[in-house]
């Protein structure tokens, strides 16, 4: 039996959100799921334990973001990342009990749902970084007086559906 080699997700202009650190996350995340696509099943334990550590981190760094910004505690942006963390712990078991293709299509997953999370709820973060004066390289804003009245809430996202 022949297997076909799973199609690599590129990196493209449409995944630049406009905020330069954000991008570099993003990159990286892109390139994880490359390296999960391009790893033999049998072998891809390791590198999908490395990856679920760099999307943990991923999405607590945007959620501190969100938080030192004014984003609300519940707002659905958050509620994603937590599902498709929720979706990856599970992912572990399910590899060692039985099913040796599961890493593969959950990262082929990932490049599908990822292109829509980044142009929609990232890139509305990102707008929203840069409309308070924040800086995410050092994670400061220039002036903290500037959300004290920002209630932003929901996906941070012009085109927000739950």
Same mark, same amino acid.
Request: glycine content about 4%.
């Given at each position: !039996?022949?297997?076909?080699?799973?199609?690599?997700?590129?990196?493209t202009?449409?995944?630049?959100?406009?905020?330069?650190? !954000?991008?570099?996350?993003?990159?990286?995340?892109?390139?994880?799921?490359?390296?999960?696509?391009?790893?033999?099943?049998?072998?891809?334990?390791?590198?999908?334990?490395?990856?679920?550590?760099?999307?943990?981190?991923?999405?607590?760094?945007?959620?501190?973001?969100?938080?030192?910004?004014?984003?609300?505690?519940?707002?659905?942006?958050?509620?994603?990342?937590?599902?498709?963390?929720?979706? !990856?712990?599970?992912?572990?078991?399910?590899?060692?009990?039985t099913?040796?293709?599961i890493?593969?299509?959950?990262?082929?997953?990932?490049?599908?749902?990822?292109?829509?999370?980044?142009?929609s709820?990232?890139?509305?973060?990102?707008?929203?970084?840069?409309?308070?004066?924040?800086?995410?390289v050092?994670?400061?804003?220039?002036d903290?007086?500037?959300?004290?009245?920002?209630?932003?809430?929901?996906?941070?996202?012009?085109?927000?559906?739950?």
């Open positions: !039996m022949t297997t076909t080699a799973p199609t690599l997700m590129p990196w202009e449409s995944l630049n959100t406009g905020d330069a650190r !954000m991008d570099e996350t993003h990159q990286e995340f892109v390139d994880m799921i490359n390296k999960i696509l391009a790893t033999p099943e049998d072998e891809q334990l390791p590198v999908y334990k490395e990856f679920l550590n760099h999307t943990v981190e991923h999405f607590a760094q945007e959620e501190r973001w969100m938080l030192a910004t004014g984003f609300s505690a519940d707002n659905c942006h958050a509620e994603h990342h937590a599902t498709i963390l929720e979706t !990856m712990r599970v992912v572990e078991a399910h590899y060692l009990d099913d040796k293709q890493i593969t299509r959950l990262a082929e997953a990932l490049a599908e749902w990822f292109p829509g999370h980044a142009a709820m990232d890139a509305g973060l990102a707008a929203h970084l840069k409309s308070v004066g924040f800086d995410s050092t994670e400061t804003l220039a903290p007086s500037a959300i004290k009245h920002v209630t932003m809430s929901g996906c941070g996202s012009v085109s927000c559906s739950s």
